[in-house]
Nanobody, 123 residues
Framework: VQLQASGGGLVQPGGSLRLSCALS????????IGWVRQAPGKEREGVSC????????YYADSVKGRFTISRDNAKNMVYLQMNSLKPEDTAVYYC?????????????????WGQGTELTVSS
């Protein structure tokens, strides 16, 4: 069971970026997938989550209306489209998987984690 996040980088405020999460070693279907971020000196924060059935999504208030999570089970991929980026979005972003819940905002509930990808929003 492996997850690999990619797509981070340096973006100016107001810009957009799409993060990708590739899963290998297991089929994506049974798992809810979340994006969790950790800014320097702060605790991990659940940013977004999508249920295994793709019927439910969660967004933290801080990203609602700006971020969109999606999944492609056929490709074993999950994406996080991030628009109108702000400096406070700067963090390392991790994708994580879990099958003990439908949807979650809590990083502690995920069982599998990938290495993070770093996003810096700065002019």
């Amino acid at each position: 069971v492996q997850l690999q996040a990619s797509g981070g980088g340096l973006v100016q405020p107001g810009g957009s970026l799409r993060l990708s999460c590739a899963l290998s070693g297991f089929p994506l279907d049974p798992y809810a997938i979340g994006w969790v971020r950790q800014a320097p000196g702060k605790e991990r924060e659940g940013v977004s989550c999508i249920s295994s059935s793709d019927s439910s999504t969660y967004y933290a208030d801080s990203v609602k209306g700006r971020f969109t999570i999606s999944r492609d089970n056929a490709k074993n991929m999950v994406y996080l489209q991030m628009n109108s980026l702000k400096p406070e979005d700067t963090a390392v972003y991790y994708c994580a998987a879990g099958d003990r819940f439908t949807i979650s905002r809590y990083p502690t509930e995920y069982d599998y984690w990938g290495q993070g990808t770093e996003l810096t929003v700065s002019s």
